[in-house]
């Protein structure tokens, strides 16, 4: 295959600014930007040209959050690292971060190990791993230190909810995330309340509510918003920067909206699942489809809520998106027939994501292109310190790039639609989202029949085309893993000023009436 790719006439657009250029690609990276970069006598040898003409070259999208092949809830997920990172390339999403998350009790180090084991020989796009800690010693402390340093990790998650099995206690929560502080990582959070969920469960239990309504009854907004906010006190306690994870409900997204507004550093991370469906699919009077519906937090029977999500994101109250995908098929979610509490946790969506939002988003008037890259992909490579190597189309940058379609129109019945492009033919074949054509494991989509407008035709995975007109040129394995430094810049500037201005002095009071001598005292 051609080492060298000329994508021509597109429009390129970046977080910040959309221009009609062309691209040149080689060994990976985006080697050159600008107009008429092809010679006049016709491409040399060895040169492939890609005809833009019409569509948007975008930066890859960047989905902050994925579970491949979780061990978790008496499964394991049914999207491996394979299928799962093949499925987010037909999507338009070359980068995922997915999450080693080890039992309590046991070795964060390990925990990465045994998931790079299993990721490295099977990713078809780069990957980078968030570690959890799940539980909290001195062992933990060091491990944090470890990875950070030795490992290219700097994000840590800590689960408010999933109580014995990876919640973590206020004071867990405020040792670790002064060590994040410490060493340089974001810590980010699962904001549930594990004990009134507990509490909940039994409680609907015992009233006879077995069904996937019960998942949603017993952890209702005031659980995630009241968790969302305990993390924020306790970060910014120790002036760490967070980052919450699936926002799922409008009170959680306006509590992380005003501690923004206080300048606190904070993150809200919606996912595909929470701006365009909602929880009134645990009323389904078909279990399987309520069951698949079911994850942590849940989607909220509020049906306003994936608007209200959207137009936050739109304006900068929340920032990232990613899915949570960690997809159980029907035969998994049945380990619930009988109790809501074992059915397996967990949607679909990184194939899904750009185009979802780009649907919501972008075609609904909410947000404009720029923005739709910033939160699909700039955002995620900012905070998570992968910028400018990832999420920019930048001389130098990677070369994960999507020539995405804005404008695509329904299947014409019964056919396929094809795009003819010069030197290339595009099969437009997700316009409509189905589980009957998606490339995701998973036997269902929460998405279904949701007809989208933006689509993206060409896939480009470190200056290789890895997916086109419906088929993948990817092997097990093309992915890599990038390792993560501390604290980015765009992080670390802030939290040093919060720094100054947080932190009290001592000063000299006035002495009190009749006071011989003075002592400190703090006045902030
Ligand atoms: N929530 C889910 O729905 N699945 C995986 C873990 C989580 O927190
Ligand atoms: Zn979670
Ligand atoms: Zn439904
Ligand atoms: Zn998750």
């Given at each position: 295959?051609?080492?060298?790719?000329?994508?021509?006439?597109?429009?390129?657009?970046?977080?910040?600014?959309?221009?009609?250029?062309?691209?040149?690609?080689?060994?990976?990276?985006?080697?050159?930007?600008?107009?008429?970069?092809?010679?006049?006598?016709?491409?040399?040898?060895?040169?492939?040209?890609?005809?833009?003409a019409?569509?948007?070259?975008?930066?890859?999208?960047?989905?902050?959050?994925?579970?491949?092949?979780?061990?978790?809830?008496?499964?394991?997920?049914?999207?491996?690292?394979?299928?799962?990172?093949?499925?987010?390339?037909?999507?338009?999403?070359?980068?995922?971060?997915?999450?080693?998350?080890?039992?309590?009790?046991?070795?964060?180090?390990?925990?990465?190990?045994?998931?790079?084991?299993?990721?490295?020989?099977?990713?078809?796009?780069?990957?980078?791993?968030?570690?959890?800690?799940?539980?909290?010693?001195?062992?933990?402390?060091?491990?944090?230190?470890?990875?950070?340093?030795?490992?290219?990790?700097?994000?840590?998650?800590?689960?408010?909810?999933?109580?014995?099995?990876?919640?973590?206690?206020?004071?867990?929560?405020?040792?670790?995330?002064?060590?994040?502080?410490?060493i340089?990582?974001?810590?980010?959070?699962?904001?549930?309340?594990?004990d009134?969920?507990?509490?909940?469960?039994?409680?609907?239990?015992?009233?006879?509510?077995?069904g996937p309504?019960?998942?949603?009854?017993?952890?209702?907004?005031?659980?995630?918003?009241?968790?969302?906010?305990?993390?924020?006190t306790?970060?910014?306690?120790?002036?760490?920067?967070?980052?919450?994870?699936?926002?799922?409900?409008?009170?959680a997204?306006?509590?992380?909206?005003d501690?923004?507004?206080d300048?606190?550093?904070?993150?809200?991370?919606?996912?595909?699942?929470?701006?365009?469906?909602?929880?009134?699919?645990?009323?389904?009077?078909?279990?399987?489809?309520?069951?698949?519906?079911?994850?942590?937090?849940?989607?909220?029977?509020?049906?306003?809520?994936?608007?209200?999500?959207?137009?936050?994101?739109?304006?900068?109250?929340?920032t990232?998106?990613g899915?949570?995908?960690c997809?159980?098929?029907?035969?998994?979610?049945?380990?619930?027939?009988d109790?809501?509490?074992?059915?397996?946790?967990?949607?679909?969506?990184?194939e899904?994501?750009?185009?979802?939002?780009?649907?919501?988003?972008?075609?609904?008037?909410?947000?404009?292109?720029?923005?739709?890259?910033?939160?699909?992909?700039?955002?995620?490579?900012?905070?998570?310190?992968?910028?400018?190597?990832?999420?920019?189309?930048?001389?130098g940058?990677?070369?994960?790039?999507?020539?995405?379609?804005?404008k695509?129109?329904?299947?014409?019945?019964?056919?396929?639609?094809?795009?003819?492009?010069?030197?290339?033919?595009?099969?437009?074949?997700?316009?409509?989202?189905?589980?009957?054509?998606?490339?995701?494991?998973?036997?269902?989509?929460i998405?279904?029949?949701?007809?989208?407008?933006?689509?993206?035709?060409?896939?480009?995975?470190?200056?290789k085309?890895?997916?086109?007109?419906?088929?993948?040129?990817?092997?097990?394995?093309?992915?890599?893993?990038?390792?993560?430094?501390?604290?980015?810049?765009?992080?670390y500037?802030?939290?040093?000023?919060?720094?100054?201005?947080?932190?009290p002095?001592?000063?000299?009071?006035?002495?009190?009436?009749?006071?011989?001598?003075?002592?400190?005292?703090?006045?902030?």
């Amino acid at each position: 295959a051609p080492s060298r790719l000329l994508i021509r006439g597109g429009r390129v657009v970046n977080d910040d600014f959309s221009e009609v250029a062309d691209v040149l690609v080689e060994d990976g990276v985006v080697r050159a930007l600008g107009r008429d970069l092809l010679p006049p006598r016709g491409p040399p040898s060895g040169l492939r040209v890609l005809d833009a003409a019409g569509k948007l070259v975008l930066p890859g999208g960047i989905d902050t959050h994925t579970h491949m092949q979780f061990p978790f809830m008496g499964s394991q997920s049914i999207d491996d690292f394979h299928q799962g990172t093949k499925a987010a390339l037909a999507g338009g999403t070359t980068m995922i971060l997915d999450f080693a998350v080890p039992q309590k009790g046991g070795s964060l180090i390990e925990a990465f190990e045994t998931w790079r084991s299993w990721a490295d020989p099977k990713v078809c796009c780069d990957y980078s791993l968030h570690v959890a800690v799940t539980w909290w010693s001195d062992q933990v402390k060091e491990e944090m230190k470890i990875l950070v340093h030795d490992k290219g990790v700097n994000s840590f998650k800590m689960f408010m909810a999933y109580k014995d099995l990876y919640m973590v206690r206020d004071l867990e929560m405020y040792a670790a995330f002064s060590q994040c502080k410490e060493i340089g990582a974001i810590a980010q959070v699962h904001a549930e309340n594990g004990d009134l969920i507990a509490e909940g469960a039994k409680k609907m239990l015992a009233l006879g509510i077995t069904g996937p309504e019960g998942h949603e009854l017993c952890r209702p907004e005031a659980v995630e918003a009241e968790a969302t906010l305990r993390a924020i006190t306790i970060a910014s306690a120790v002036n760490c920067p967070l980052y919450i994870v699936h926002v799922m409900s409008k009170s959680a997204a306006k509590v992380i909206a005003d501690a923004r507004r206080d300048g606190k550093v904070v993150y809200g991370e919606p996912i595909a699942a929470s701006l365009s469906t909602d929880g009134t699919h645990y009323w389904s009077k078909e279990w399987h489809h309520a069951a698949h519906h079911v994850m942590s937090p849940p989607l909220r029977p509020d049906p306003s809520t994936p608007d209200f999500l959207m137009n936050l994101l739109a304006n900068d109250d929340l920032t990232t998106t990613g899915t949570d995908h960690c997809t159980f098929n029907t035969c998994q979610k049945a380990l619930g027939k009988d109790d809501f509490t074992k059915i397996p946790n967990g949607v679909n969506g990184v194939e899904d994501r750009m185009s979802v939002i780009w649907e919501k988003g972008v075609h609904s008037g909410k947000m404009d292109e720029n923005r739709f890259v910033a939160v699909t992909s700039t955002n995620a490579a900012k905070i998570f310190n992968l910028y400018p190597r990832k999420g920019r189309i930048a001389v130098g940058s990677d070369a994960d790039i999507v020539i995405w379609d804005p404008k695509a129109t329904r299947f014409k019945k019964g056919g396929i639609r094809h795009f003819q492009i010069p030197r290339l033919q595009i099969v437009n074949h997700i316009v409509t989202i189905s589980a009957k054509t998606h490339h995701q494991a998973v036997n269902f989509n929460i998405f279904e029949g949701m007809v989208c407008h933006g689509v993206p035709l060409v896939t480009i995975s470190r200056g290789k085309v890895v997916y086109e007109a419906g088929v993948f040129s990817v092997t097990a394995g093309d992915g890599k893993f990038i390792p993560r430094k501390p604290f980015a810049e765009y992080i670390y500037k802030r939290i040093k000023q919060r720094d100054q201005t947080c932190t009290p002095t001592p000063v000299e009071r006035a002495p009190y009436k009749g006071e011989v001598t003075t002592q400190k005292s703090r006045v902030t």
